[in-house]
């Protein structure tokens, strides 16, 4: 059977863990289109990791108070392998459509980030802070329906230089920047690796590609280049492909 699943975020949760409270969108859910009551058993995890059966108290349109049972496993489990994907700007629906599947596919972090070629300009602060609310709730959702019970962060938005500063800072960790071209194969890549790496940072450009110094401020930090064969892929079709094959090369996907 399909476990009624709902997210509360650990704020939600009593200090025992005794009962956690459903707001908003998931309160609403729970009552106007799965149109459950009191006494009905469903399944709420907090984003971090722990899922709970829990038995509904109470429900109201905005707000909905359940009782835990017991924690139990998740639905899914997670990858091994803590991937962050750091995802140039793109147009319209593309970075949507990149935050939920790569949620599905196991991603545990989200970087939205600023090039030179970026298909978009955002307005102020107040652009960049409303786009990555609408990303991280695409997140919650994907990470909902797929079973798993930790939602990925999604990043405030950040500029390249930035993000290389940031990454060259941290240690043992894998940093592989994709190409169209002037790169090596992600096998060539992995050679260079040590066998129990598991945290690697993944970065996809925009559809206009990456200037030459780009490239060069990249690889000056060690970030390795790495190119997917010969056919040009389009940026949104690219970050869920370099997903895909770098969780199954490091990760779960088999």
Known sequence: MTRRRFYAPPTAFDNKQNSVNLTADEARHLREVLRLKAGDEVYVFNGEGKEFLSRIEESRRDTARLQIIREVEPGRPESRLQLTLALALLKGEKFDLVVQKATELGVTCIMPVMTKYADIRLHDESDAAKRVTRWQRIAMEAAKQSGRAVVPQVTRVIT????IE????????????????????????????????????????SEGGWSDEEIATARAAGWAVVTLGGRTLRAETAAIAVTVLLQHIFGDLV
Request: charged share 20%; proline share 2%; hydrophobic share 40%.
């Open 160 to 163: 390249f230089a930035s993000l």
């Open 166 to 205: 940031t990454t060259s800072e941290a240690v043992h960790r894998s940093c592989f920047m994709f190409s169209e071209c002037d790169g090596q194969s992600l096998l060539q890549a992995k050679e260079q690796l040590a066998p129990d790496e598991k945290q690697m940072t993944a970065l996809v450009g």
